[in-house]
């Protein structure tokens, strides 16, 4: 059974700093892309961030590069997000995902990831 857990949410203000952690079980963690979705209340969900197989490709939407940074260990069978000068506006529930494909330029959409963990809530205060 595949498990991906999310941890690491809380409150924090803005210029702050959160690490969201995915713990990955049942699953060959190496052959999976792994990435970050988040939804805000009333949006949809969007692409945060990805990272290939290996942790040799990384890619990110827009609005966090410079703030944010993927990684993996996967030796741990963990992908993190470190989130860096946070803003109000990245208040959401940030869920991990795993995906087979390994064309990064596909992975900004949901469709092709096949498992997804809970979420976790961040909330950033002004």
């Known amino acids: 059974q595949v498990q991906l857990v999310e941890s690491g949410g809380g409150l924090v203000q803005a210029g702050g700093s959160l690490r969201l952690s995915c713990a990955a079980s049942g699953l060959a963690f190496s052959n999976y892309a792994m990435g970050w979705f988040r939804q805000a209340p009333g949006k949809e969900r969007e692409f945060v961030a990805a990272i290939s197989r290996t942790g040799g490709l990384t890619d990110y939407t827009n609005s966090v590069k410079g703030r944010f940074t993927i990684s993996r260990d996967n030796a741990e069978n963990t992908v993190y997000l470190q989130m860096n000068s946070l803003k109000p506006e990245d208040t959401a529930v940030y869920y991990c995902?795993?995906?087979?494909?390994?064309?990064?330029?596909?992975?900004?959409?949901?469709?092709?990831?096949?498992?997804w963990g809970q979420g976790t809530q961040v909330t950033v205060s002004s």
């Open positions: 995902a795993s995906a087979r494909t390994t064309t990064m330029s596909v992975m900004i959409l949901g469709k092709w990831y096949d498992y």
